[in-house]
Structures are given as structure tokens and as C-alpha cells.
């Protein structure tokens, strides 16, 4: 394969995305008064047409071995089991979003393109942050996600606070990508290369600096995963986002972060640099105590969902803190855990928005309090919210517990038992906040007066219905889900 | 394909996902949905009856037969360890499977008198079988687990919805000890994953190769976890507080099958993966016996309010498992089974004549009441029966549980031994002392008017009696099945 052919595959994905965006906003250019829908139709034709680039290139990995099917730019760029992982696991989160927002863009008549648009390019950026190895490209990507996701929050504002949420998002995020900038910028220092794996083969010569620029990202990284220190914004983004826009802005945030921070730290820095193996366990303790803690004392469904987003988030680190042998030689398979749950967490997120916007489509408001006696209201969507949040709060026996247990596993196998103790620990926490949203929705009877999913379209409600079913379906079905994280994780070491 | 254990454990999560689409307006559409919740039940209890009694003839006749029903699937195994959905029926498993799936039958029948929300209470009451039964069946680790944490929220809801003054509080005392304990179960697993080195996370897999260190933590983990189930001193507030202000339903579960749950932990996790400790630390366990047998039946003694009295009487009934789990003698283990089985049964038939008692004199007080029997003997029947078979009368269920149970650890523990049947003797003063203040003694006019046991109490309690009795007569034929269970474990503390 020459190396356009080679570079026309690797950006066939993303091409595809952003061909379609660009398609929709030249129709909403020159035929303004059109449906709506047909903005919606092109985003999903686009996030198919990703999806079936992804599937031709995973059927010419099936016979690589090494999992690369494509290394352009002198190894800048490249397409590998990781990536398809990532850039599928995209498209499917932004495929579910176009299919549950019809609530929000009925809010946005004459944006409706350019809120379809910037799902495309959000989408697009996150594909393109896992194909990244090379910092200057990948320092553009995050930064193209950032913009996007600010810009998606601040267009589907339906009140004053979803302004300013979307600006102090935009201050966090600035605040995170310039520290990840500083970051790269100072390695490059030391190392003269752009090439992430540069950094490891030159981490003896400035100890000092390379641990800084390294915690520098890392904390830049951390932010755009939502997890602690710059992780106020997701609890903002979900209180004052539209629910439709909010779940994607989130998911595609931790997807991109993870992404770019499972780049960083397992297939650049490695165990070379040790410097992020004793930081990301402390960023992880402290976050998985913090948002447990504070998913306790949530006054809002919303909040708690981003509560929950950023302790599941936070309890990702423990998987990338096990890329290697565990304790008795073999693989610690804390990969593998990582995008399983990157994969669970994300379509969780996406399913608690889904059903919240189902709420706020009926007129509920997003108070706990006045979720009382839900489950007497509308039974659906009292389940469909047990269900979901359950998944991201690790109740057993759903999925989001399953994933807890083998990143925990995962952990204790690479010497982080005391981080493994941490997790468990939030997790009891976790549990019983999601426990105390239950007795709300089922114990308390409040208002009587029944009322239906019926103002939400019966496509989004079948679509949130099933991203609910997941949590349950994936239980099940978790070894299709690991074989696949497998191969995602064996390309990254 | 062998399905038997995975229908009883999931035809009462399959009957309840029909029940969750029924209406429930009027009480023809609520009689129709407690239909179904029994057709669930029932299929469980019939399943387990029939299968146990033919497990029985397979296991008691021995023969090197070590489980009656096993189901093995691997279910993941992309990972640092391979899981399975595995169920194992042995000796243990199938008398508790009885008990447990009688249990719940009643509490379902008991659900006709629920009128409020009465499809989630029979779904959740459904739930929470599939979860009991899911966690007996489990040889699995991450699978029980799974099934332990199941427990959790519906079981919550069922103490907080239909509980009464306090079940708020209690209801978040049971989240909150039942949290702690998953968390405790998810650190052993944990540990024996990763540390056992079998790349399984299988009960029944090699795990001698455990470290010393990790064996000792690992057994402590699941002790503590197991013994907050099982209302163990000093981590038993959590189930007075349920016991007292749950529905009289949903207390004959937590009395009938939870406690169970944790002393079936106890042999299964506690005893048999970590053999070692379990054997150097069984002077602190019976220790533990020996102080909840006399906080438990003095306790009692010191309670106003009946179902306060019978959760500490549930207190020092399991503080005697407790002792046979520290004796860990084939014999004691094989009383400690039967009390199971026998403290299961009478425990909810206690907990249900309390309820009824409470529903007709509309007291909780034990000094307030008196003199039933002239209105209600049959009620005072059955709490005699019920009360009879936690002494130890012949011929009940009780009585070779603690025979067994006294005999097998006296030879180890002769002070504990001792001890914990001075506090037995206390119990049976509280118990003959209740049934004489709230039974016996004056007519109060308050109660003239008060009604016996009704048909559908009849259907609840009749049950319950029959297993009492059955359990009691016909005992040899269940001991050598329990035997056969226990084997496993004797073996492992003994090193073999």
C-alpha cells in the first residue's frame, strides 16, 4: 500500500464525518427552511458511513498480526486495534445522540445543522485523538474537541446558566489544554521530537523536567476525562446542558481524554517514565474519594449523574495503571478493563442523559426531591433511570459493577492494593447514592398525577431504552465486549 | 443440558418480569398479579423440592458424589482470570434451597395482605428470591458477588416502602451494613483472584497456593462481610432495626433467609477457601459464640416490643451456627446446617404470628398484650410450635440441629460449649415468659374482639409448620446429604 492509499484509510473515518457535516451545513446554507430532520438523517448517514470505514479497515486487521493496519507520517498517525476500538465506540455514542436529540434541536430550529455538525466534528476529534502518536497533531485534536463540545453546550443553551456553564467548561478546559500544552512543550524540550515514543527513550536525560511536563499532561488529560482536579464542569455541563446534548458532551469528553491519555502514558511514556505510575494512582485516589463523597449529597439528578460519571471515570485510571505483567509474570489485562469500561461508562452515560431528557421532555424537573414517587408516575422511566444510573454507580449485578470488578482486579494484580481498597471503598459509596435516588423514585410518593414518556419521539425513547438495556445485556454478553478491548489494549503496549 | 439449577433461580426474575407489565387498579388485577408472583415462587419451590428430594437419594447414598446438580459455562475469559457461571447443588446447598424456596412461597401467598403497590412488592420480593437463590447456588466468585449485591436495592425498597414508623432509618442502617459487606466480598474475591494465582475465579479451583498473608486477610474480609449478613455481635444493630420496623412479610425474609445467607457464606467462602485461618482463629469465633448467645437472649429478655425481642432471639440462635463454625467438627457443621434449616423456618413463622398479633391487637407492646389465647388459640398454637422447635423440643426441626451442634463442639470448646447452653436456657425462659404475657394470663377487654388466624394465615403458616415437623422426623434422611456437603469442608480445615 503507497502512502496515500495508506493515509486515505487511516483518515477514511474521520473524511467520512466530516464530509457529512460539511454537507449539512452547505444545505442549511443554501436551503434554510428545510426539516430538521434531514440534518439528523445526514449525521447518521455520515456516523454509519464511519462506522463502515472502521469495519473495512478492522477486516484487513483481522489478518495483521501486529494490529496496525496503517502508520503514516514517519508514525504520527496510526491506525491500529486501539483506534478502531475508540473511533467505533465514537461513533456509536454519537450515532445514539443524533437519534435521542430530537428534544433538543426542536429547541434550536434554525441551528439544527450546526448542532448535527459539531457532533460530526466532535466525533471526527476523538477518532483522530486515538490514531495520535504524535503530540503537535494530537495537541490540535484535543483541542478541536474541546471547541466543539464548548460550542455544542453553549448552541443548545436553553437558559442563561447553560451560557455560562459552557464558558467556565471552556475556562476548565482552556485551563486543562494549556497545562497539557506546557506539558508537550516541555518535553519536546527535552526530547527534540514530536513523537510520543521519543519521550521514553529520552526520559534519563532531564529527570526533573520530564517529570514535570509528564505531570503536566496529566493533569491536562485527567481534566478532559473529567476526573480530578479540573472535573467541575462535568457536574455543570450535566445541571445546565440540555440532557440530550449534555450525555453526548460528557461521553465524547471521556472517550477523547481516555483516549488520548491511554496514548500518553501506556503506549508513549510506558514504564519507562515512572513518573505517571505513582501520579495517576494519587489523582485516582483522590478522585474516586471526592466524587464518591460528593455523589452522596447531590440535590439534583442530573449532578449525581455527572457524580457518578466522574468516580466511573476516575476508576479507569486503575486500569491504565495495570498495562503491565501482573504479579506473577502474566498480562494484568488493566487495558483490556480500561475500554471495557470506557466502553460501558460511555453508553451509560449516554443512556442516564437519554432517559433524564425523556424527564425533561415530560416537564419533570431535575430536582431529587421532585422525583418523588416517579416509579407511581411512569414505571418506564423509573426503571430506565434505575437501571442506567445503577450502571454507572456499579450496582451489581449490572455492567458498570462488572467493569468495577475487573479494574479493580486489574490493579490489586499490579501491586496498587491499596488504590484497590480506595475503589472498593468508593464504590460501597457510589452504591449508596444510587440506592438513595432509588428510595425516591420508588419509596417516596409525591405528586400522584401519572404522567407519560410520550412527548419524548418514540425512536429516542427506543434508543435510550436500549443504550438502559446494555447495562443489563453486557453482563451477559461481557466476553464479546473483552475479546474486543483485548485486541483494542494489545496494539497500545 | 442439565437447567435445573438456573430455573430455580431465574423462573422468579422470569414470573416477575411478566408481573411488572399487569395493571394493578383494581384488586382482581392485584389478586391477578400475586398469581403470578406465586406461579414464580412456585416453580422455584416445586423445581427445588422435587430435584432436592432425588439429590438427596443421590448424595445420602454416598459414593463419592460430591454435588447433586452442577451447571459450568465459562462466561468471560479475556482477563487475568477466566469466570463462569457455575452452580453446584451439594449437600449444603440443597436443604437451604428447601427452606429458602418455602420462605418465599409463604411470602408471596403473604402478599394478599399487601394492598398498596402491590405489583413492586411481589417483583421485588421475586428479585430478591432470584438473588437469595443465586447466591446458595453460586461456585463462583464474581458470580456470587453479582448475586449478593442483587440483594441490595430491592431489599432496601421492601423495608422502606412497607415498613413502618422507623423503616426509613432501618431501611438505611440494611443499605448501609449491606454496602460494607459487598464491599468485603468484592476485596476477598479480589484477593483470591489475584493472589491465589489460579487464573480462576472458580470456588472449587486449587487455591492452596494462596500466601499466608493474603489467606489471613482474605479470611477476615469475608468473616466480617458474612457475619454483618448473619447478625453476628457487635454488627447485628442493622437487622433489629429491620426487624422491627419492616412489614411482617418482609421481615420473614430478612429473619428467614438472610441470616442464613450469611452463615452459608460463612461455610462456603469462610471456611472452606480459607481453611487455615479459619482453624487458627476459632477461639475468636467462638468467642464471638459465646458473647452474641448472651447479648442476644438477654437482649431479648430486655425488649418490650415483639419483634425487637425475636430479632435478638435470631441474634443468639445464630450465635449457636456461630459456635459450630468455630467448632468446625463434621458433626457441629452438620447441626450448624440443620439449625439453619430449622431457626429458617421457625424464625419466620415467629416473625409472621407476630405480625398477625400486631395486625389484631394493633400493639407492638408486649406488656400491652394478654390473654389471646381465649380468642385466638390457634395463633398461640403456632407461636408454641414455632417457639418449641428454637428450643430444641424433639421432634422438630431445632432439636438435632442443637443437639448436634452442642455435641460437636463440646469436645473442642468445653467452656464455650457450656456457656452458649446457659444462654440457650435463657432463651427458652424469653420465649415461654413472651408466649405467657402476650398468650396467657388475663382476658384485657381490648382484645375481646380479636380474631384467630384467618385462611390465608392458615396458608402461610400450615407451611411452615409441615417443614418444621418434617425436618424434625424425618431427619436421618436429610443428615447424611448435610454430611456429604460438610465433607468438603472437614477435609479442608483437616488439610486434606
Not at chain 1, 473524511?15 to 444545505?27: K, P, R, T
Request: overall charge neutral; aromatic content about 8%.
Amino acid at each position: 500500500m503507497n502512502s496515500t492509499h495508506a493515509m486515505t484509510l487511516a483518515l477514511l473515518p474521520e473524511a467520512m464525518l466530516v464530509g457529512a457535516a460539511l454537507i449539512s451545513v452547505l444545505i442549511a446554507i443554501l436551503r434554510p427552511g428545510l426539516r430538521p430532520d434531514i440534518h439528523r438523517w445526514i449525521a447518521c448517514i455520515g456516523l454509519v458511513g464511519s462506522l463502515a470505514a472502521c469495519a473495512l479497515v478492522l477486516l484487513g486487521l483481522r489478518h495483521l498480526p501486529s494490529g496496525i493496519a496503517v502508520s503514516v507520517l514517519n508514525g504520527g498517525l496510526v491506525i491500529d486495534s486501539f483506534a478502531m476500538f475508540i473511533a467505533i465506540l465514537a461513533c456509536i455514542t454519537a450515532l445514539g445522540t443524533c437519534l435521542i436529540s430530537d428534544s433538543v434541536v426542536r429547541s434550536i430550529p434554525s441551528r439544527t445543522s450546526a448542532f448535527y455538525a459539531l457532533v460530526l466534528v466532535s466525533t471526527a476529534a476523538a477518532e483522530a485523538i486515538a490514531a495520535e502518536r504524535e503530540i503537535t497533531t494530537l495537541f490540535v485534536a484535543l483541542a478541536g474537541l474541546l471547541i466543539c463540545l464548548v460550542a455544542l453546550g453553549a448552541l443548545v443553551k436553553t437558559n442563561p446558566r447553560g451560557a455560562v456553564s459552557s464558558f467556565e467548561h471552556l475556562i476548565e478546559g482552556g485551563i486543562g489544554l494549556a497545562s497539557v500544552l506546557y506539558g508537550l512543550v516541555l518535553l519536546y524540550g527535552i526530547t527534540r521530537s514530536t513523537n510520543l515514543s521519543a519521550v521514553a527513550a529520552s526520559a534519563g536525560a532531564a529527570p526533573g523536567a520530564v517529570a514535570l511536563g509528564v505531570a503536566l499532561v496529566v493533569f491536562g488529560l485527567c481534566g478532559m476525562l473529567g476526573v480530578f482536579p479540573l472535573r467541575q464542569w462535568v457536574g455543570r455541563v450535566a445541571a445546565n446542558v440540555p440532557a440530550g446534548a449534555a450525555g453526548f458532551i460528557i461521553a465524547t469528553s471521556l472517550i477523547g481524554g481516555g483516549a488520548a491519555l491511554a496514548r500518553v502514558t501506556v503506549s508513549g511514556l510506558g514504564s519507562q517514565v515512572g513518573v505517571w505510575r505513582w501520579l495517576v494512582p494519587i489523582v485516582a485516589a483522590i478522585a474516586l474519594g471526592y466524587s464518591s463523597l460528593s455523589s452522596l449529597r447531590e440535590t439534583t439528578v442530573s449532578r449525581l449523574i455527572g457524580q457518578l460519571v466522574s468516580a466511573q471515570a476516575a476508576m479507569l485510571l486503575l486500569g491504565l495503571l495495570a498495562f503491565t505483567n501482573g504479579s506473577r509474570g502474566l498480562p494484568a489485562y488493566g487495558m483490556t478493563a480500561f475500554l471495557a469500561g470506557l466502553g460501558i461508562t460511555a453508553i451509560a452515560t449516554l443512556a442516564s442523559f437519554g432517559v433524564l431528557g425523556m424527564l425533561q421532555a415530560a416537564g419533570i424537573s431535575d430536582r431529587i426531591e421532585h422525583a418523588r414517587g416517579l416509579a407511581h408516575r411512569s414505571a418506564p422511566a423509573a426503571v430506565l433511570l434505575t437501571i442506567s444510573v445503577g450502571t454507572l454507580a456499579g450496582v451489581p449485578p449490572l455492567a458498570g459493577f462488572l467493569s468495577r470488578v475487573l479494574l479493580i482486579s486489574g490493579a490489586a494484580d499490579t501491586h496498587y492494593g491499596w488504590l484497590a481498597v480506595v475503589a472498593i471503598a468508593a464504590t460501597a459509596l457510589t452504591v449508596m447514592a444510587a440506592v438513595r435516588l432509588f428510595a425516591t423514585l420508588y419509596a417516596d410518593a409525591g405528586d400522584e398525577v401519572p404522567f407519560t414518556l410520550g412527548a419524548t419521539p418514540l425512536l429516542s425513547r427506543v434508543v435510550a431504552g436500549v443504550a438502559c438495556v446494555a447495562g443489563i445485556v453486557l453482563v451477559v454478553l461481557i466476553q464479546p465486549l473483552l475479546a474486543v478491548a483485548t485486541a483494542g489494549a494489545g496494539t497500545l503496549r | 443440558m442439565n437447567v435445573i439449577l438456573s430455573t430455580i433461580i431465574w423462573s422468579p426474575l422470569l414470573f416477575a418480569l411478566i408481573a411488572i407489565f399487569l395493571p394493578e387498579r383494581n384488586e382482581e388485577q392485584r389478586a391477578r398479579v400475586r398469581t403470578i408472583a406465586l406461579a414464580g415462587a412456585g416453580v422455584s419451590f416445586f423445581v427445588t423440592t422435587f430435584f432436592a428430594v432425588l439429590g438427596q437419594i443421590g448424595l445420602g447414598q454416598g459414593g463419592g458424589l460430591a454435588s447433586a446438580y452442577q451447571e459450568n459455562h465459562t462466561w468471560f475469559w479475556n482477563f487475568v482470570f477466566q469466570a463462569h457461571y457455575d452452580l453446584v447443588a451439594d449437600g449444603i446447598t440443597l436443604p437451604l434451597l428447601v427452606v429458602v424456596t418455602t420462605i418465599f412461597g409463604c411470602a408471596i401467598f403473604h402478599s394478599w395482605k399487601v394492598h398498596e403497590r402491590v405489583r413492586l412488592y411481589v417483583v421485588l420480593v421475586l428479585l430478591v428470591e432470584t438473588a437469595v437463590n443465586g447466591v446458595l447456588c453460586s461456585s463462583d466468585f464474581v458470580l456470587f458477588a453479582a448475586f449478593w449485591g442483587l440483594l441490595l436495592v430491592p431489599m432496601y425498597l421492601l423495608i422502606r416502602i412497607w415498613g413502618g414508623d422507623g423503616a426509613r432509618r432501618a431501611a438505611a442502617w440494611f443499605a448501609g451494613f449491606q454496602a460494607v459487606s459487598l464491599g468485603l466480598i468484592i476485596a476477598t474475591t479480589v484477593i483470591v483472584v489475584v493472589e491465589a494465582g489460579a487464573q480462576t475465579s472458580d470456588m472449587g479451583a486449587d487455591l492452596t497456593t494462596l500466601p499466608v498473608v493474603a489467606e489471613t486477610v482474605g479470611f477476615w474480609l469475608s468473616f466480617v462481610a458474612f457475619a454483618i449478613a448473619m447478625a453476628v455481635f457487635p454488627v447485628h444493630t442493622w437487622m433489629i432495626e429491620a426487624q422491627s420496623k419492616a412489614s411482617a412479610g418482609v421481615a420473614t425474609i430478612l429473619s428467614g433467609t438472610m441470616l442464613l445467607l450469611g452463615a452459608y457464606g460463612m461455610l462456603r467462602i469462610s471456611l472452606i477457601v480459607f481453611p487455615e485461618p479459619a482453624h487458627y482463629y476459632s477461639f475468636v469465633i467462638t468467642g464471638l459464640a459465646v458473647v452474641g448467645a448472651f447479648w442476644g437472649s438477654i437482649g431479648a429478655l430486655r425488649q418490650d416490643e415483639l419483634r425487637r425481642f425475636i430479632g435478638y432471639m435470631n441474634v443468639a440462635q445464630m450465635s449457636l451456627v456461630l459456635l459450630a463454625i468455630g467448632a468446625q467438627t463434621s458433626v457441629a457443621l452438620v447441626g450448624a446446617v440443620l439449625l439453619l434449616a430449622g431457626q429458617g423456618f421457625a424464625s419466620a413463622m415467629l416473625t409472621l404470628v407476630s405480625g398477625a398479633v400486631e395486625e389484631r391487637t394493633r400493639t407492638t407492646s408486649i406488656r400491652a398484650m394478654g390473654g389471646l389465647v381465649t380468642q385466638a388459640p390457634r395463633l398461640a398454637g403456632f407461636y408454641l410450635v414455632a417457639a418449641a422447635s428454637v428450643i430444641g423440643i424433639p421432634l422438630l426441626a431445632g432439636f438435632t440441629g442443637d443437639f448436634m451442634v452442642f455435641a460437636g463442639s463440646f469436645p473442642g470448646h468445653r467452656i464455650a460449649t457450656v456457656l452458649v447452653m446457659g444462654s440457650v436456657i435463657v432463651t427458652t425462659g424469653g420465649l415461654l415468659w413472651v408466649a405467657n404475657r402476650v398468650f396467657f394470663g388475663p382476658v384485657r377487654d381490648q382484645f375481646a374482639r380479636v380474631r384467630d388466624v384467618t385462611l390465608l394465615d392458615l396458608t402461610v403458616l400450615i407451611p411452615l409448620v409441615a417443614a418444621v415437623v418434617l425436618f424434625g422426623v424425618r431427619v436421618g434422611a436429610v443428615v447424611p446429604v448435610i454430611a456429604n456437603g460438610v465433607l468438603e469442608i472437614t477435609t479442608r480445615i483437616s488439610g486434606g
